[in-house]
């Protein structure tokens, strides 16, 4: 069975030999620790939503068109200071960053937010500019190269990359978080007109590729959650976002595509039903810290909607014990039900050591293959 065949399998609920092995990557403080440990500097690529030899990952492929603001704003430093960077970013979002401890690009702490590209509607209208679909740029040089070599792959195919877009997650990047819970009730019609742009962005984008390629599944990335709950109501994610999820997934459904993922971390569960009458068939990544148990959500929900993840990332980083009774009680009552793919909950954290990473590996790969 090719990997490809695994995983459109295992999300329709189908038999398989083994369960595909899958895991999002490291922060970069873990992979100095994992080299101080014993890790090899030359032997892993990194990138493992592609898949990673070394660990024995599956590999995926993504066909990688962009997505974000052609041309982007210029970067530009405001301040600097020996504890702190404050500048703006591609996407024209300002940020304040703490410098210390950051390794190989990753921080410690989540970057404090202090103002996004767009404020109001003719705000919004300048942005528009910078996403015009058709411009030739989007696609990669070598495209029509790309499109042969994925006419004979064995492994599954993802149209865009994995965190390319969202329908709340590319309002948030324009507006915040905080502007955009008071827009929904302040200005809902301006939601609604980003919301349609932003979908028929994607469409026209996406449409040379849907005639070209046939993809297996596409991902929302959205992470419109927190450990409490959703940052927007069921009543708003039905109003605002339903449709719209509706049309995208139409459109896809009759290019091919059959599997559609919506990634969020924080606790989700109350918007799961409308999630489903939406058309999205996977969720992930399954954030433990919240509460997202992938064997209470199986039992709930049933072969309505697949999952991934739902390995807590706090358990591995403690002993051989704990890893085993994470992955066994969280693996073994849905291994012969189809529809879950277990991996870690996000990125391995450096509380995470490398034997206990390896051990991890060990342990996982006997389950997914029956054992």
Same mark, same amino acid.
């Given at each position: 069975?090719?990997?490809r065949e695994?995983?459109? @399998?295992?999300? =329709? ?6 369960i ?5 990557g490291?922060?970069g ?6 080299h ?7 032997? !892993? ?7 990673e ?9 993504f ?6 603001m052609v041309?982007?704003f ?5 301040? /600097? ?6 500048? @703006?970013?591609?996407? &024209? ?5 703490l410098?210390?401890?950051?390794v @190989?690009?990753t921080?410690? =702490? ?7 590209p767009?404020q ?8 528009k500019?910078r996403?015009?679909p058709?411009? %030739?740029v989007?696609y ?6 790309? !499109?042969?070599?994925w006419?004979d @792959?064995? $492994? ?13 997650s590319?309002l948030?990047?324009?507006?915040g ?15 609604e007109?980003?919301? /349609?742009f932003?979908? /028929? ?11 070209? !390629?046939q ?6 990335? /959205?992470d419109l ?14 109003k605002?976002?339903?449709?719209y ?23 989700v ?27 209470k959500?199986?039992k709930?929900?049933?072969n309505?909607i697949?999952?991934? &993840?739902g ?10 014990k704990?890893?085993e ?6 693996i ?7 529809g879950?793919? %277990? ?6 954290p450096?509380?995470?050591? $490398? ?7 060990? !342990? ?5 293959s029956?054992?």
């Amino acid at each position: 069975m090719t990997d490809r065949e695994r995983l459109n @399998r295992i999300l =329709s609920f189908q038999e398989v030999d083994r369960i595909p092995n899958y895991e999002l990557g490291c922060w970069g403080q873990t992979i100095e620790r994992w080299h101080s440990e014993g890790l090899p500097r030359d032997v !892993v690529y990194w990138n493992w939503f592609e898949g990673e030899p070394f660990f024995h990952l599956a590999k995926r492929g993504f066909a990688c068109i962009d997505t974000h603001m052609v041309p982007p704003f210029e970067y530009a430093v405001i301040e /600097e200071t020996e504890r702190y960077l404050i500048a @703006r970013n591609s996407e &024209g979002i300002v940020t304040k960053a703490l410098k210390e401890g950051t390794v @190989r690009g990753t921080r410690m =702490s989540m970057d404090q937010y202090i103002s996004f590209p767009v404020q109001d509607k003719k705000s919004f209208y300048e942005i528009k500019k910078r996403y015009n679909p058709f411009s %030739p740029v989007r696609y990669p040089l070598w495209w029509d190269q790309w !499109v042969k070599i994925w006419e004979d @792959r064995d $492994y599954p195919l993802c149209l865009l990359s994995n965190g390319a877009l969202g329908l709340y997650s590319r309002l948030r990047e324009w507006v915040g978080t905080e502007n955009l819970s008071y827009l929904f009730y302040d200005d809902p019609a301006l939601v609604e007109e980003m919301i /349609e742009f932003n979908t /028929e962005f994607l469409l026209n984008l996406v449409e040379k590729a849907l005639k070209e !390629v046939q993809f297996d599944y596409f991902n929302f990335f /959205e992470d419109l959650a927190g450990k409490g709950g959703p940052l927007i109501s069921p009543q708003i994610f039905k109003k605002f976002f339903v449709p719209y999820y509706k049309k995208i997934i139409g459109r896809f459904t009759k290019a091919g595509i059959k599997h559609f993922w919506l990634d969020s971390d924080g606790d989700v569960e109350v918007l799961i039903p409308l999630m489903i009458e939406a058309g999205i068939t996977c969720l992930w990544p399954l954030e433990q810290a919240s509460g997202m148990d992938p064997v209470k959500l199986r039992k709930k929900y049933g072969n309505t909607i697949a999952l991934a &993840g739902g390995i807590d990332k706090r358990e591995i980083a403690k002993d051989k014990k704990a890893i085993e009774k994470e992955l066994y009680s969280k693996i073994s009552p849905l291994l012969d039900k189809g529809g879950y793919i %277990p991996h870690l909950d996000h990125t391995f954290p450096p509380e995470i050591p $490398y034997r206990n990473f390896l051990y991890y590996l060990e !342990v996982k790969e006997k389950l997914l293959s029956g054992k």
